[in-house]
């Protein structure tokens, strides 16, 4: 539905207010548009690009034709990443306004690793530092697992701005960010210019929720209605809690949205919302205002069921809820990781049709 002048535009109220969004989606026209109305950023993943490749494919195929004809005897994996460059290019470019304006501090694009690369550390910090050379507004995604940490603190530590991703918990969220205290001590004994780096560190919301309503259906919990809406922004605002208590490095970044809620409970200037495309224009055009709601806790009765019936819950919300080890096998971690790796298949297969049909 079509904005009308008159009518008002929520992720402008929402800007107002001091709070920050990225858009999440594969699509630089999506993601300009998202910058007109106050976004600052942009997020990507193999999946969000398969998924691009799909619905435009008047945009993706004409750069895979050009591809194939610069790069004849390239594989499709070469190819299947020499789109994602591209794309990637484009949509920093379309960043690269905010992030001029800010000095740096904003306007950030961020890509992710191979998915397939999870449990190679080395695999992924040269992906990393290939991918952060293609333009000056890029930040390195890789997963929240004990190898993934230790590919972000040498990311890190070469220089590299990172966003921590496939990550769903508290305990993710303080190995993630101590990892990064390390990191940019080593960044700053080798010179780089660490205050500049300003790593992120996302909690994936709605896959809180969806891997806790798989478990209720398995085992047949009863709930309150709703009552699972609310798993992931406890888990996001007890993060929040611990950071802004200690001060540690990283800034917290909301994704995966499955309501309202996921956007209108966790707003406020300290943290980060990314905000796939089809989700925020709806919020745009939401009859509830945007209101600082990040720092009011949620209520304690929600709280105290949660507990009770889903000890994954205690996991993800509690500090010491995991272990770094346990981090690959927690059972969000796990479905997502393959939603990842069937993405990337996807992109491979929608790349050899191109090649061979």
């Not at 194939?68 to 789109?83: C, F, G, R, S, V």
Request: glycine letters at 8%.
């Amino acid at each position: 539905m079509t904005m009308t002048l008159s009518a008002p535009s929520r992720m402008r109220e929402m800007t107002a207010l001091g709070a920050d969004w990225w858009n999440d989606s594969g699509v630089p026209s999506e993601l300009g548009e998202a910058v007109s109305l106050g976004a600052v950023g942009g997020t990507s993943n193999p999946v969000i690009v398969s998924q691009t490749a799909k619905a435009h494919p008047q945009l993706c195929l004409p750069i895979l034709e050009r591809l194939m004809a610069e790069h004849p005897t390239a594989i499709e994996d070469d190819l299947a990443w020499k789109l994602i460059h591209a794309l990637g290019q484009a949509s920093a470019a379309q960043l690269l306004p905010v992030y001029e304006r800010t000095h740096g501090a904003k306007g950030y694009l961020s890509m992710q690793v191979n998915p397939k690369y999870f449990p190679n550390r080395d695999l992924m910090v040269a992906q990393a530092l290939e991918l952060s050379a293609l333009a000056p507004n890029i930040a390195i995604k890789a997963p929240a697992n004990e190898v993934g940490i230790a590919a972000m603190e040498e990311m890190t530590a070469h220089g590299v701005r990172v966003n921590a991703t496939v990550s769903f918990s508290v305990p993710q969220a303080l190995a993630v960010s101590a990892a990064l205290e390390r990191g940019l001590r080593r960044a700053r004994a080798a010179g780089h210019h660490a205050d500049a780096i300003r790593p992120y560190i996302t909690i994936m919301i709605g896959r809180v929720d969806d891997h806790l309503k798989r478990v209720a259906e398995e085992r047949k919990i009863a709930t309150r209605p709703g009552l699972l809406d609310w798993a992931g922004i406890a888990v996001f605002k007890e993060a929040h809690r611990l950071f802004q208590a200690s001060g540690r490095p990283g800034t917290l970044l909301a994704a995966a949205y499955r309501h309202e809620g996921h956007w209108a409970e966790i707003i406020g200037p300290e943290v980060l919302q990314t905000v796939p495309y089809t989700w925020w224009r709806k919020f745009n055009e939401s009859p509830r205002a945007p209101a600082r709601t990040l720092d009011q806790p949620v209520d304690g009765a929600i709280l105290a069921e949660l507990r009770a019936k889903f000890p994954d819950f205690v996991r993800a919300h509690d500090a010491d809820g995991m272990t770094p080890p346990e981090f690959l096998r927690y059972g969000a971690t796990v479905h997502t990781l393959q939603q990842f790796l069937v993405g990337y298949a996807d992109l491979l297969s929608f790349v050899r049709t191109a090649m061979v049909g």
